[in-house]
Structures are given as C-alpha cells and as structure tokens.
C-alpha cells in the first residue's frame, strides 16, 4: 500500500487535491444555495441556526485540511542527487483522507438536505425552546432556595 514511484505519487497527490478542491466547491456551493432558499422561504432568524452548524463546518474544516496535508506531502517530494525521495506512507495517509473526506461529503449531503426541512426546523426551534424554559424554571427555583421565605 506504500507508494514508492515518485510520478505515481505526484500523480495520485495532484488527483486527490484536484478532486477535493472541487468536492469543495460543489459543497460551499450547496450552502450557499441552501441558505438562499432559507432565506427566501423562512424566517431570516432559521439562517444563524444553519450557518453556525458544527456539524456542516466540521466537514468543510475537513475537506480544507486534507487538501492542506495533500499540497505539503506534494511540495514535501524533493530530488536528493539523482532520485526523488518519496514520502510513501504520508501519501498512504493522504488517500485515507480523502476517502474519509468523501464518507464526510455524503454525511454532509444528507445533512443539510435533512436541515432545510420545515419538519426538522421546526423540532429543532422546539427542542431548543423547550431546553431554555427548563433553564429558566431551574434558575428561578434555585434562586427561591437561596432567599428564605418569611
């Protein structure tokens, strides 16, 4: 599994940069239209909750690092004397990124799919309100406790 041929591994390496760099685009590309019919068809308050996802900056984060680790391995393949030292585990690890970026790029597919949904918005704007009221009940409770009644 360790490439030792230095063309094959600026080759694969350069594949896999070109290939991230357009899984990226389409991805930044699919938010950015999702946030367009967001806007569009709710409530402009729906966009920060789709945005600030952690889940959706998480998969970008990672697309943008793997092709960060691609380029440095690819720059890293330097000419020592008459042969190219080969760095042949790091493109190992390069190519194991990258199918995780894409396992990464289906999740996120079905991810924001699953987010512009008016059933899903409307569980999540529930499950968070329901979360404040009980925050709110707690911190009266506890600040009842704190002031004895006479």
Same mark, same amino acid.
């Given at each position: 599994?360790?490439?030792? @041929?230095? *063309?094959? !591994?600026?080759?694969?390496? &350069?594949?896999? /940069?070109?290939?991230?760099?357009?899984?990226? #685009?389409?991805?930044?590309?699919? #938010?950015?239209?999702?946030?367009?019919? !967001?806007? &569009?068809?709710?409530?402009?308050?729906?966009?920060?909750?789709?945005?600030?996802?952690?889940?959706?900056?998480?998969?970008?984060?990672? $697309?943008?690092?793997?092709?960060? $680790?691609? +380029?440095?391995?690819?720059?890293?393949?330097?000419?020592? %004397?008459?042969? $190219?030292?080969?760095?042949?585990?790091? #493109?190992?690890?390069? /190519?194991?990124?990258?199918?995780? &970026?894409?396992?990464?790029?289906?999740?996120? /597919?079905?991810?924001?799919?699953?987010?512009?949904? #008016? @059933?899903?918005?409307?569980?999540? +704007?529930? @499950?968070?309100?329901?979360?404040?009221?009980?925050?709110?009940?707690?911190? %009266?409770?506890?600040?009842?406790? *704190?002031?004895?009644?006479?």
């Amino acid at each position: 599994m360790v490439i030792d @041929d230095t *063309d094959t !591994a600026k080759t694969i390496l &350069s594949t896999l /940069i070109g290939g991230l760099f357009s899984l990226t #685009v389409f991805s930044f590309s699919m #938010v950015m239209v999702l946030l367009n019919q !967001a806007s &569009s068809n709710f409530s402009p308050r729906v966009l920060p909750g789709i945005i600030s996802d952690e889940k959706h900056q998480f998969v970008l984060g990672q $697309y943008i690092a793997t092709i960060l $680790y691609n +380029i440095f391995i690819l720059i890293s393949i330097e000419p020592t %004397e008459n042969s $190219y030292q080969t760095p042949g585990f790091s #493109v190992l690890i390069g /190519i194991i990124l990258t199918v995780l &970026s894409l396992a990464s790029f289906i999740y996120f /597919i079905h991810h924001i799919s699953q987010a512009i949904q #008016v @059933d899903n918005i409307l569980i999540d +704007i529930h @499950d968070r309100t329901k979360s404040e009221i009980e925050n709110i009940i707690k911190q %009266e409770k506890e600040m009842s406790l *704190d002031f004895p009644n006479i």
